[in-house]
DNA sequence: TATATTTTTATGTATATACATTAAATTCAA
DNA sequence: TTGAATTTAATGTATATACATAAAAATATA
């Protein structure tokens, strides 16, 4: 794969930033073919494992629906619709919160436990094997891209 | 926004690799929101500006559909559909290949080419803006995703 | 307290994505 | 040279995304 400009066959981009833009549509493009065909398998998109890790970070605590929508990769993607997904599948519970009747507690399930903990060693190999980097470069990368967000 | 942790409110990756994962979707969605907000006023989604910029790196030569879906920040996304509403909207010119009746010959238009001329120096300020990296930073930064990809 | 404002979730809708399948044209091979 | 295999583009379909709006409940204000 390689080098950008020979991947996509494109080469004048404006400034190193705009190259950086398509670099990044493209370097995620790459990461969620790895993450869609790893969990398709499971009939997860990898959002919806995000959620349900979100949610087991809570602690058996239930979590708001708009406290998801907050924690989530996609800001304008629909936390709501997610939940009803997941909890189709019996991954998640969902009921009414007792103190605010407008507010939705939302609880992993031990189901979905037992599916993130069945999934935690097959990614974990899956991204070193697809990530090209060593564990300093991979480093570097994540302060750059918490840097580059301000 | 700053540091992953703090923006999702998670810090229970499994490794720096799990966490440079997330960080890509993150920043994704970050980068794609600026897009959407200066390419919405055009019309244009972030790959279909990207296919324009695809066709005028021709130089007047035209390009396949399939050729088209191979340089894509997107390999799983519908080149066709795309040209297809690129030519309604004016921005390019389709037409059989003379020589394969299979192929569809795709041009920018003398219209897409002002519109992707028009847009150029909002997209490099607004670049600069939301990328809070200094030049070298950014190259680095191109650099290792590069090397990600292998 | 009654009404307006805000918050929270759900829904509507257009577009995009992922992936399978179809249909037509070309190339390959018996 | 005829039929099989391949290539190319388009279409079908389920899901996801972007964004607007609605509906219900809580809070603020007159």
Known sequence: MGKLEEAIQQKDFIDPYHKAVVN?????SYVVGYQNALLKPYDLSPEQYNVLRILRGQNGNPTTVSSIQERMLNKMSN????????KAKGLVLREECPTDRRQVDVMISAEGLKLLEKLETRIQDSNKYYIKLSESEVRNLNMLLDKLRG
Chains 1, 2 share one sequence.
């Open 79 to 86: 936390a709501s619709r997610l939940v009803e997904k997941l």
């Open 24 to 28: 990044l549509l493209f370097t995620h």
